[in-house]
């Protein structure tokens, strides 16, 4: 079946660092990748998305490129923020069936100042 | 309404209660989804409805987990005989594109807390 792994956290980075969270996942054809973001007391918000290989999806100075030839889709920022703290998840649909997403279990990311 | 609204937001029930979760979708959307999310694990797949249509309940754990959407708008997943292990933050998402897979976006929820005692 689909899956999508995502690294061990959580990760505690100061501000401006560098930040990048690994996803790799396992689905038939051509899944459609997302990161989707949790700020502390919120719902789960669409953060970048990308629906074929070599997209690269962006949003808010994170970027994730999808790589088939790895089956992979790590998150990226150059500078993060304190406000970045968030529980990030991995998540994909796959083609062919009714939208639903597997998710990965999600890392923590805390930005100290 | 601007968003998914689910209701309530914290829901605590002694083990064999019956309980259910109302999700308000955004309207127009024509697909809604719900998922269970346990502590520090990504949500998980329940089931899914076009419209008024559930074409999916693989996800349901049991027979004791029903949802429904009787006129394609809002919906309610009912839990009967609570069990501890049922205790987590159940997800709605809405979105409108009934495309079949591929990229369609899901707005999500904040969710209701489940505990069972």
């Known amino acids: 079946g689909n899956s999508v792994t995502q690294m061990e956290g959580p990760v505690t980075l100061s501000e401006e660092a560098f930040l990048t969270i690994n996803c790799t996942y396992t689905a038939t054809g051509y899944p459609s990748l997302f990161w989707y973001v949790q700020y502390p007391g919120e719902g789960l918000q669409l953060l970048l998305k990308a629906t074929k290989a070599d997209d690269k999806g962006s949003n808010k100075g994170f970027e994730a490129t999808y790589r088939k030839e790895t089956t992979s889709f790590h998150l990226e920022k150059g500078s993060v923020q304190v406000s970045d703290s968030a529980v990030y998840f991995c998540a994909l649909t796959a083609t062919g069936a009714n939208s639903k997403l597997t998710f990965g279990k999600g890392i923590t990311l805390s930005v100290r100042p | 309404g601007a968003g998914v609204s689910q209701s309530p937001r914290y829901k605590v029930a002694k083990r064999g209660q019956d309980v259910a979760l109302r999700c308000d979708p955004i309207?127009?959307?024509?697909?809604l989804f719900w998922y269970q999310q346990a502590l520090g694990q990504g949500p998980e797949f329940l089931t899914y409805?076009?419209?008024?249509?559930?074409?999916?309940k693989s996800g349901l754990p049991s027979d004791r987990f029903f949802a429904e959407r009787p006129e394609g708008s809002v919906s309610t997943l009912k839990i009967q005989r609570t069990q501890q292990e049922d205790s987590a933050v159940y997800l709605c998402a809405s979105s409108w594109d009934r495309r079949r897979g591929g990229g369609n976006i899901q707005y999500f929820g904040a969710g209701t807390r489940l505990s069972v005692l």
């Open positions: 409805f076009q419209n008024e249509a559930q074409l999916d």
């Open positions: 309207s127009g959307h024509v697909s």
